[in-house]
């Protein structure tokens, strides 16, 4: 049972409300109540904020982010990887550091070549996808949600890092081919797209060939595409709990077109982290937690 699920039900039981009370307050079915506390569904984002003022809780708190005791916090305790960063000084975590230094400063161009640098000098690409991007990006989230940061500070570090992805990864050695096939996308209008990003770029050091095609895919088109590419291996990305009932409709079509060749349907993103077990209700064939288990996985299903 998800987070969210769990939540629902122990507000509603706590504040002695019965769904048939909460259906008629919001407006909402009663069977999608029963639905969201079974986990079988979960709600748009807008009814999820409904959900969140009619118990007087935060988003964070209702989708099992915010500490049970704590219906107001939003993580406080999470530690800062910033002091990670210091206390743990490999070259790979001081790259990090002056990366993070460069773009808090607006030095795009600096953080870029500081990069291309490394790779050049022989820096394993794979080590800086987690260990810079990765891990900074995490930091840039962690700092915004303690409002140390303001948003066009996170936006400007996320569209820099971005460019200096595709940059750095324009410098490997091509892989060896492998006969495979990947589509990989953002569910609906889930606007994280870096980590499938991510995942998309250690598909193509594999070997394997990768089609990324961004958010609002409509499912009609994801069709044609993985005809067209041939595609073996679907890799779907939801960060947002609230896209989930996206990625369970978009598995539903895949499986219910006349491909001749099925792809294997691989999920992932921050949501499906949260809940490991959440793959297997979307109706996926898999779920990895990182680009690096993608790449295995990928690997095992196709064999
Ligand atoms: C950058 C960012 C944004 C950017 C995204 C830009 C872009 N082009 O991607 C922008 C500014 C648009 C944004 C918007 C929002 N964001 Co934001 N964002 C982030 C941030 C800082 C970094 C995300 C990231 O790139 N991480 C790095 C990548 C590499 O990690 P990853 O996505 O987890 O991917 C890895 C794995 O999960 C896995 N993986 C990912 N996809 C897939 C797919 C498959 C198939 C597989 C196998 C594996 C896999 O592999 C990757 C590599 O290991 C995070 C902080 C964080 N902790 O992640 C917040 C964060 C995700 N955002 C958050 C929020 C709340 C939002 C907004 C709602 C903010 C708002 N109030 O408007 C909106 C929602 C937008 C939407 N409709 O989707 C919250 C979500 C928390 C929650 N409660 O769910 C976070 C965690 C910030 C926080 N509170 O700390 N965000």
New binding site residues.
């Given amino acids: 049972m998800s987070n969210f699920a769990k939540r629902l039900k122990k507000l509603r039981i706590k504040n002695k409300i019965l769904q048939k009370d909460i259906s008629t307050d919001l407006g909402v079915a009663q069977t999608t109540i029963s639905n969201y506390e079974k986990g079988v569904r979960f709600p748009d984002e807008a009814t999820l904020k409904t959900i969140a003022s009619y118990f007087n809780v935060t988003?964070?708190y209702l989708?099992g982010?915010a500490p049970e005791n704590d219906t107001f916090s939003t993580?406080k305790n999470q530690p800062i990887l910033e002091s990670n960063i210091l206390t743990n000084p490999t070259t790979l975590t001081l790259l990090a550091q002056r990366y993070m230094n460069y773009l808090m400063e607006g030095k795009s161009e600096e953080a870029r070549t500081l990069l291309v640098d490394a790779v050049n000098r022989g820096e394993d690409l794979k080590s800086i996808y987690i260990n810079i991007?990765?891990r900074t990006?995490?930091e840039?989230?962690?700092l915004?949600?303690s409002s140390r940061i303001d948003v066009f500070q996170?936006?400007y570090f996320?569209e820099a890092t971005?460019m200096i992805m595709s940059q750095v990864n324009a410098l490997r050695p091509r892989s060896e081919s492998k006969d495979y096939a990947m589509i990989s996308l953002s569910t609906g209008?889930?606007?994280?797209?870096?980590?499938?990003r991510?995942?998309t770029d250690f598909m193509s050091m594999d070997g394997w060939k990768t089609y990324f095609l961004g958010s609002n895919v409509p499912s009609e088109s994801l069709i044609k595409a993985a005809d067209y590419y041939h595609a073996d291996v679907i890799?779907?990305?939801c960060?947002?709990?609230y896209h989930v009932n996206s990625v369970l409709s978009l598995i539903k079509t895949i499986h219910s077109s006349h491909l001749i060749k099925k792809p294997k349907i691989?999920?992932?993103?921050?949501a499906f982290?949260y809940d490991k077990l959440l793959w297997k209700r979307v109706q996926a064939d898999g779920?990895?937690?990182?680009?690096s288990e993608?790449v295995e996985l990928a690997n095992k299903l196709v064999k």
């Fill in positions: 988003i964070d989708l982010y993580y991007f990765e990006l995490v840039i989230g962690t915004w949600n996170e936006h996320t971005q209008g889930e606007l994280h797209n870096i980590g499938i991510m995942v890799a779907i990305s960060t947002m709990s691989i999920v992932g993103g921050l982290n779920y990895a937690c990182s680009a993608c």
